[in-house]
């Protein structure tokens, strides 16, 4: 437990501690402050001080000197005085004649205006006589008997035979006190005790001495700052200029001169800094459209980089930042130059990134990379921090920052991955069966039947036809990326659907599956490629087929898009003439709609790239996914687009247009090569 006494020697502590901190600050800070001068300030500074002093010395000696002369002056006066008037009435004293000694001592204080009081006391310090009177009388027949004790001075009793003199303060100024004692034949009789003013001659005297003391200290001030202005001007100044002008020179401003009217060493130094300075000038003014030139090459190499670029300085504060990294960050229409990269991302690549920009800030690395998912949908970068130094390797100038944008290539190897996975799942599963079947026959040909061999045979044959559309959907992708134009003939479309019907009524009618057809009369001819339209019909057909519930509807139709439709007049006057609009560009549309399950909108998204397939999120049905990406590269080969509408547990619609026979074949041949282009781009070839 502590107790009062070690709780003070605490406090006592702290608040020491604390003084001696505040203490060790403002020495630093005077230390700091006068660093900053040149050797030739300080000196300067220096001398004037020591001037300064030593007159300052003198000037207080000689007022000193003044002063003490001029109180010597008062007390010998004083004195002399006191001395006069008791060689006067001593006699008159030891006679009692106190009439006379009235009389005296008022023609005394009348003589003189510097006596402030005038007292008599007795042996024992009784007030006998006092002018001014200022007391009263005890009887009027001792009207100049006053009841008041003088208190004396003790150095008086001491040495009765000496005058003693003393000087005191009083609001009305200095006065001098004189106690002078009265003996009379050896004997003490009392004490005379005067009040006199200074002597206003001689103060008058003093008051002069004083003022043309500090004239002169005055004087010697004026001369030592006029000194220290001339030396600034002459020579600190001119000093102070070159130094500004060489600090200019070296932010880059050649512009800066000095125009100071000086003539010998120093007139010439600032002539030549000038020189210099026009010749750099001159030299920068010839440069500065090279130097343009190439920062804009540098800009432009930068800002079409396909990965984001960001150039921080030594400090970790942005430079320069492209817009591939402003997209990926989000910073379009911001101002960054200046500010922290840490305090612009996002907290949690701010966290991660900390660690490796400070480690390359201090020198402890000279590169850094690593990998990130950043938003929503999440997307991966990969951030490489490379140190930049200067010419000779030592100093940090900054770090550059390269900013990969590697969602696409992570979600294809992804995409890779599943097709690998998938098609050897599909490879494995047929072949296994086959084999076992086939070996079964093998081994035991002679023990089965031949309703079992059939069925043997039969389950392998089927197997072998799943393992053919494999590599039929396979090889007819690749044939579709390889960006080869394909041929278009006029062609029905009408037979296409029907076939299509044909093959999948058997398996509706199993499933309990209406499908339906509605195509429009005296549909015209299309221009398209009967097999790969009939494939695209067949994916179609079979994913509503497959997605479909029992007792539920899969519908087919055709008609031409956009539809005829006559202009009429406002007051709709059947008789007035009419004309048909039609498309420039006129289509067949197909829709292909079932009441199925329905596809989410996370699905939608992704339905037909490659390798993606519904079922990996339900877990019904199985398939290559491949199919609706085979169908989106068949109808773009055709120069249209299929589009799809869903809603879960309502259906699906799949709808695309087709050209007609009388279609300008140049404007469908420049759409398709747009087509396959996007298409191309928006695949990895070298997945297959």
């Known amino acids: 437990m502590i107790n009062s006494d070690d709780s003070q020697k605490i406090e006592l502590t702290s608040s020491n501690e604390k003084m001696d901190n505040v203490s060790g600050y403002w020495v630093n800070s005077l230390i700091t402050w006068w660093s900053r001068f040149s050797l030739r300030t300080k000196l300067l500074a220096i001398a004037t001080l020591v001037v300064s002093l030593l007159m300052t010395g003198i000037t207080f000696f000689a007022l000193n000197s003044i002063q003490r002369d001029a109180g010597m002056n008062d007390t010998r006066y004083a004195r002399d005085l006191g001395l006069l008037l008791s060689g006067n ?7 009692n004649q106190k009439k006379e000694i009235s009389n005296v001592a008022e023609k005394f204080w009348r003589s003189s205006r510097n006596l402030r009081y005038i007292f008599f006391t007795d042996a024992e310090d009784i007030v006998q006589l006092g002018i001014p009177i200022s007391a009263t009388p005890k009887s009027s027949d001792n009207q100049f008997q006053l009841t008041r004790r003088l208190k004396l001075p003790s150095e008086l009793k001491k040495r009765p035979q000496f005058p003693l003199v ?17 003996l009379w034949k050896g004997k003490y009789l009392g004490t005379l005790a005067l009040g006199v003013t200074p002597n206003k001659k001689a103060l008058a005297s003093a008051a002069l001495t004083r003022e043309v003391t500090i004239a002169v200290f005055i004087s010697i001030w004026v001369l030592v700052i006029l000194g220290a202005v001339f030396n600034a001007l002459t020579i600190t100044r001119p000093v102070r200029a070159l130094v500004t002008g060489v600090r200019e020179i070296s932010k880059g401003n050649f512009k800066s001169r000095i125009s100071l009217p000086m003539t010998g060493d120093l007139g010439e130094l600032l002539n030549g800094f000038n020189r210099m300075a026009s010749q750099l000038e001159n030299y920068d003014e010839a440069n500065i459209e090279e130097l343009k030139a190439a920062q804009i090459k540098q800009q432009s190499l930068i800002a079409t980089m396909a990965d984001g670029a960001i150039l ?35 907290e949690i690549l701010s966290n991660d990134l900390h660690t490796n920009i400070e480690s390359i800030l201090n020198r402890e690395k000279e590169n850094d990379d690593l990998r990130c998912s950043l938003g929503e949908p ?29 969602t696409r290539e992570v979600e294809l190897n992804a995409a890779q991955n599943r097709f690998i996975s998938n098609v050897s799942h599909e490879l494995r599963t047929p ?21 079992e061999q059939l069925e043997f045979l039969g389950i392998a044959n089927s197997e072998t036809d799943r393992l053919t559309r494999l590599v039929n959907d396979v090889l ?38 209406s499908l339906a057809h509605d195509i429009e009369d005296n549909i015209p001819s299309i221009l398209g490629n009967f097999d790969l339209l ?43 003439p009419q004309c048909e609009l039609v498309s420039p560009l006129p289509k067949v549309r197909i829709e292909i709609a ?61 709808w695309f247009d087709l050209p007609l026979e009388q279609s300008d074949k140049d404007e469908l041949l420049a759409q398709t090569i747009s087509n396959v282009e996007n298409f191309s781009d928006s695949q990895l070839s070298d997945l297959i």
Not at 89 to 95: D, G, I, K, S
Not at 166 to 182: A, W
Not at 323 to 342: C, N, S, V
């Open 89 to 95: 009435v001593t006699e008159l004293v030891a006679n």
């Open 166 to 182: 003393r000087q005191h303060s009083t609001p009305q100024g200095q006065v001098t006190d004189v106690f002078v004692p009265m």
């Open 312 to 346: 921080l300085d030594s400090k970790g504060k942005i430079v320069l930042t492209n817009p591939t990294a402003k997209r990926l960050f989000r910073w379009e229409g911001r101002f960054l130059e200046g500010k922290y990269l840490l305090n612009e991302i996002p």
């Open 378 to 406: 999440a997307r991966t970068l990969r951030i490489v921090l490379q140190s930049v130094l200067d010419t000779n390797k030592v100093e940090l100038k900054g770090i550059a920052v390269t900013i990969q944008d590697l």
């Open 431 to 451: 072949l296994f069966n086959i084999k076992s079947y086939v070996e079964t026959l093998y081994d035991l040909k002679d023990q089965l039947s031949n309703e």
């Open 476 to 513: 007819d992708l690749s044939r579709l990326e390889s960006g080869k134009i394909i041929q278009l003939e006029p062609m029905e479309i009408k037979p296409a659907i029907e076939q299509t019907l044909r093959n999948y009524r058997l398996n509706a009618t199993e499933k309990n599956v």
């Open 534 to 576: 009939l494939q695209v019909f067949d994916n179609l057909l079979g994913n509503g087929l497959k997605f479909s519930p029992k007792n539920s509807t899969l519908k087919i139709s055709a008609y031409t898009w956009p539809d005829s439709c006559p202009a009429l007049p406002p007051n709709n006057n059947k008789e007035a």
């Open 594 to 654: 079932d009441t199925g399950s329905g596809i989410s909108q996370a699905d939608q998204e992704k339905i037909f790239d490659r390798f993606y397939r519904v079922e990996n999120a339900v877990h019904t049905e199985q398939g290559t996914g491949l199919g609706l990406s085979i169908v989106r590269g068949i109808i773009e080969k055709h120069g249209g687009e299929i589009r799809m509408a869903s809603e879960l547990g309502i259906g699906t619609t799949f």
